[in-house]
């Protein structure tokens, strides 16, 4: 059995190769928030500068996610899906998103929307010169708890990474597409999605955007995946950043 299945795989190809921007949406036990999701990515599509359409992954929720999400695809031609078999986490699921996606774009949001869909426009007009752009959220609606070990973790970050990102957890992304796929993900690494761009000798960028109070549903975070987590992933950072293969082809004769 595979680890995941993807709803009608090959129309999917042929409609994701018609858009020109793909949004992954990470979804586990997210019932309650996804009437409110559905509805504000399909005003996102409708208003978007790039056409759009929003893949949907299913990390193995346990409420009502799977059945809701599959049957607003089946109405929904904008909307796709990948459903994993059991919970893997959040970088599996994006890992899982950037193996499926065949536009020149790749996005990123939180099925929370604390972030806003139509900020991705904002991104987008720093898209000519970049090949990551991420939002940073300036006035957090969170605890203070939360936006305190939030703000320690991207501190540590910064010291390893010095990717000069002031906000690497935001969920509001796009990255080209070419360069996501060459990503080795591991557990934990959707933290260091800017970085592992910069290993690429890629360019990255920084938007203002906006956030809102989480409306529906619980957070998946604790204090260990805020904090303690992300140093744990530091280092397996810098092991990978040491060991990263990056080339060029100068010429090719192999045709």
């Known amino acids: 059995m595979p680890p995941f299945y993807f709803h009608n795989k090959t129309q ?8 020109d921007f793909t949004i992954i949406i990470p979804v586990y036990n997210e019932a309650e928030s996804l009437p409110r ?3 504000k990515m399909q005003e996102y ?9 929003v893949l949907l992954v299913n990390d193995g929720s346990k409420d009502e996610s799977l059945a809701m999400i599959r049957e607003h695809c089946a109405n929904n031609p904008a909307f796709k899906y990948l459903s994993f078999d059991r919970n893997y986490g959040l970088s599996a699921a994006i890992k899982a998103g950037f193996d499926y996606v065949y536009t020149p774009w790749t996005g990123y949001i939180d099925a929370d929307l604390q972030t806003d869909p139509r900020d991705f426009n ?5 898209a000519a010169d970049f090949d990551l752009v991420t939002g ?6 969170d605890s203070f708890t939360k936006r305190l070990s939030s703000k320690l973790a991207n501190k ?30 591991f557990s934990g690494l959707h933290r260091f999605l800017p970085a592992m761009i910069l290993l690429q000798e890629g360019r990255v960028q920084q938007v203002t955007v906006r956030h809102y109070p989480r409306m529906a549903g ?7 995946n805020r904090l303690l987590g992300p140093l744990q992933d530091c280092f397996a950072y810098l092991w990978m950043r040491k060991k990263y293969i990056n080339y060029k082809i100068s010429e090719d004769g192999s045709k």
């Not at 940073?136 to 609606?141: F, G, L, S």
Request: proline share 3%; aromatic share 12%; glycine share 2%.
């Open 12 to 19: 999917n190809k042929k409609n994701f190769m018609q858009a």
């Open 37 to 39: 999701l559905f509805q």
């Open 45 to 53: 599509i409708n208003t978007a500068h790039k056409s759009s359409i």
């Open 122 to 126: 904002l991104l987008f007009e720093q």
């Open 136 to 141: 940073a959220r300036r006035q957090r609606k």
């Open 156 to 185: 540590i970050r910064r010291f390893f990474t010095h990717d000069g990102m002031d906000d690497t957890g935001c969920p509001l992304k796009i990255i080209r597409t070419e360069y996501a796929k060459r990503i080795p993900m």
């Open 218 to 224: 619980k957070s998946k975070f604790t204090l260990w």
